[in-house]
C-alpha cells in the first residue's frame, strides 16, 4: 500500500535527484515504485535497427522506491506526510498532516 498516488506533486530524499520536486506519472504499488516527471532520468543505449544506421542515447524517467518521496501538500506547499479521514460523505480521504487540509 502507498500514500502517494499518479498526479501528486513529491519531493525526493535520496538518490541524485535529492531535494528536487516533481509530478508523478505513475505508481506501481506492488513494487513499491513510482515514476516522477522528469527525475531520476537513466539513459538506454538503442543499438542500430540496421547496420549503417547509429545507435540512439534514449532518456527516460527511472523508477524510485515510494519510501524514498514524500508528497507536498497542494494547500501549504509544504512536504508532509498524507494522513487519512472519513469525510462526512463516509469517503475515505487523504489529509495533510501539517495544515489538516485534504489532498486530492
Ligand atoms: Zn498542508
Given at each position: 500500500m502507498t500514500h502517494i498516488k499518479k498526479g501528486d506533486m513529491v519531493k525526493i530524499?535520496?538518490?541524485?535527484?535529492?531535494t528536487k520536486t516533481g509530478k508523478v506519472l505513475s505508481v506501481d504499488g506492488q513494487q513499491g515504485k513510482a515514476i516522477v516527471e522528469g527525475r531520476n532520468i537513466m539513459t538506454r543505449h538503442e543499438r542500430p535497427k540496421k547496420s549503417g544506421q547509429k545507435g540512439q542515447k534514449v532518456q527516460f524517467p527511472g523508477a524510485i522506491n515510494i519510501s524514498n518521496l514524500t508528497i507536498i501538500c497542494p494547500n501549504c506547499g509544504k512536504p508532509t506526510r498524507a494522513g487519512s479521514k472519513i469525510d462526512d460523505k463516509s469517503v475515505k480521504v487523504r489529509i495533510c498532516k501539517k495544515c489538516g487540509k485534504g489532498i486530492k
Open positions: 530524499l535520496s538518490g541524485k535527484d535529492r
